[in-house]
């Protein structure tokens, strides 16, 4: 996963619309070390497609609109894995919080299940 795709899940996730992440990230006036001016909306959206390199000088500000440390935007852990969990992070991340609280058994049973359900799956693909 790229860093502008962890952008995007992150914005889909805080249900932010790309064009509320640009007008707030051009709000707190980011100054490019190139130009010496804040990026434009055109290039804000280039960096959300992956159209163009997102600028180091830009992850303090994009991590403030975002409301996330500046190190989330670096971390790809298991949850951004597949597309199943890019659409359904809200559900898997509560999930996977309140698995602490299963037992032991009650884990294997779930293993179980979901195991259960992923030969059904691959049976369809079939």
Do not use: C, W
């Not at 914005?11 to 990230?25: G, T, V, W």
């Not at 992070?89 to 602490?100: A, G, N, P, T, Y």
Request: no cysteine; net charge negative; hydrophobic share 35%.
């Amino acid at each position: 996963m790229e860093v502008y795709e962890k952008i995007n899940y992150l914005l889909q996730e805080k249900s932010i619309s790309k064009k509320e992440f640009a007008d707030q990230l051009i709000a707190l006036s980011p100054k490019l070390k190139t130009t010496g001016t804040t990026p434009s909306l055109q290039t804000i959206y280039r960096y959300l497609n992956g159209g163009r390199e997102i600028k180091i000088e830009l992850i303090p500000y994009i991590a403030e609109v975002l409301g996330i440390p500046e190190q989330e935007l670096f971390e790809f852990g298991i949850e951004y894995a597949s597309s199943y969990n890019y659409r359904h992070s809200k559900e898997i991340r509560e999930i996977i919080d309140l698995l602490q609280y299963l037992p032991q058994s009650k884990i294997i049973e779930l293993k179980e299940q979901l195991l259960r359900h992923k030969i059904l799956n691959d049976e369809k693909l079939i």
